[in-house]
């Protein structure tokens, strides 16, 4: 229904005028009840412009009944919104403008800004492509439009790669009010997961849906990450972060999307055309955690000294311990490793040091040389080096840098 390419999308600064009698009252109404990070950074975009514009912003879940029960002036100018038909129809009875925020809205042809989820699904697939997997799954909603751009994303990069790519798709309504779609919803992926060729890297519509999935896997005895590894949607971190293995997530850029929903308002509002096509905001970045640590192997003695290293990786172990964890000589677990993964056990103990460290840089406050001792580095001067060597910034960048999007929830 929607092109899932992004569109480039150019939007003037906040304006304001001496000569306005009175500040643009805006009407936003994006289902804040929910409690969805996602739906708060939407908010927070929009009055980040709204602040800047000088506009009057006013939450209204209900918007169309003000609209339609107000008889005498018009009491907003323009309307933000996840924009349900009877919002749209209000609207446009009172000739206030609308842009709409929400992907699934069953109403066409209103001015929008959405995320792509296209494009998220390429991140999630090239992510996992470059953990060494080939067999790859998608688990979302069924009729969806965000889950059919995911699912197109991650075959883009599937068919380029000559992967597998299987889907299972769920009701949204079996899970929603009393569940009463439960039972079904657990023994269709019970069924799906049957078929599934493990390792294999998954990913999920939404975050919540990861734990769900991640119980299930483990009552199949899958263990995530060596045999699934997962991605989920949205970065909840409340979701994320706790329990056990934390969840690797895309973060979609929501703020930036309320963003430029209020620019693409104003816009109308100031009597611009809006675009002929929705507008899509590329994700912000994929939160790397424990979720997906683990690279894919299809030998046995790989898997278990990668379980070895991960489990070890904030101890002072080096490819000794781990040639002992496993019994076979270092010779013969060194050319394994060079023919799963195409590196040495000594890479992946300091690439699986590094993600940990970069997961404590950016949730905590920690001191660098608390990080460096934590992930199992001899000190901070070593830390330093060797994260300068392999990406490229000091670890102060880095932390800077990923805070900025990690503190906004």
């Known amino acids: 229904r929607f092109p899932s390419m992004k569109i480039a999308f150019q939007y003037d600064m906040p304006k304001t005028s001496p000569s306005q009698p009175r500040p643009p009252r805006i009407a936003i109404s994006l289902e804040m009840d929910q409690g969805f990070k996602r739906h708060q950074e939407s908010y927070a975009g929009c009055q980040q412009y709204a602040d800047a514009a000088g506009w009057h912003c006013t939450i209204e879940p209900a918007i169309d009944r003000v609209l339609l029960g107000n008889r005498g002036r018009i009491p907003f100018d323009g309307i933000l919104a996840r924009a349900t038909p009877e919002i749209t129809k209000a609207a446009r009875k009172k000739n206030v403008p609308l842009v709409n925020i929400w992907l ?13 989820f296209k494009g998220a699904g390429i991140l999630a697939a090239e992510h996992l492509l470059a953990r060494g997997f080939r067999q790859f799954a998608y688990l979302g909603y069924l009729g969806d439009i965000d889950s059919r751009l995911q699912v197109e994303g991650m075959r883009k990069v599937t068919r380029r790669e000559n992967c597998n ?53 483990r009552s199949k005895g899958l263990h995530v990450s060596e045999e699934v590894a997962i991605v ?11 329990p056990s293995p934390t969840l690797t ?7 930036q999307i309320g963003y430029r929903a209020a620019a693409l308002l104003d816009r109308l509002m100031s009597g611009g055309k809006a675009p002929l096509d929705p507008v899509m905001v590329a994700p912000a970045e994929l939160v790397p955690r424990q979720s ?24 002072r172990i080096g490819v000794k311990q781990v040639v002992h964890a496993v019994g076979i000589n270092r010779r013969s677990l060194e050319r394994r490793f060079r023919e799963s993964l195409n590196r040495t056990i000594a890479d992946e103990i300091t690439r699986l040091r590094l993600e940990r460290a970069k997961r404590r840089m950016v949730e905590t406050s920690a001191p660098m040389k608390d990080v460096a001792v934590d992930a199992g580095f001899r000190n901070a001067d070593h830390f330093y080096k060797v994260f300068n060597r392999i990406e490229g910034i000091p670890p102060t960048q880095f932390r800077v840098e990923r805070q900025k999007v990690f503190l906004q929830d």
């Not at 989920?232 to 706790?242: H, K, L, R």
């Not at 997530?249 to 703020?255: F, V």
């Not at 192997?297 to 898997?303: G, I, N």
Request: charged share 20%; proline share 6%.
């Open 292 to 315: 997906t640590d683990l690279l894919a192997a299809d030998d046995p003695v790989v898997t278990e000294a990668l379980r070895f290293i991960a489990e070890h990786t904030h101890e």
């Open 165 to 217: 790519l299987t889907t299972h798709r769920f009701s949204r309504t079996s899970m929603e009010g009393p569940a009463r779609g439960w039972k079904q919803f657990v023994t269709g992926i019970q069924s799906w997961i049957e078929r599934w060729q493990p390792p294999i890297g998954v990913l999920v519509c939404n975050d919540v849906f990861c734990r769900y999935l991640i119980d299930i896997c």
């Open 104 to 116: 699934n809205s069953p109403v066409e042809e209103l001015p929008s800004v959405f995320p792509d």
């Open 232 to 242: 989920g949607t949205y970065n909840e971190s409340e979701i994320c972060n706790a």
């Open 249 to 255: 997530s895309i973060d979609m850029n929501c703020s």
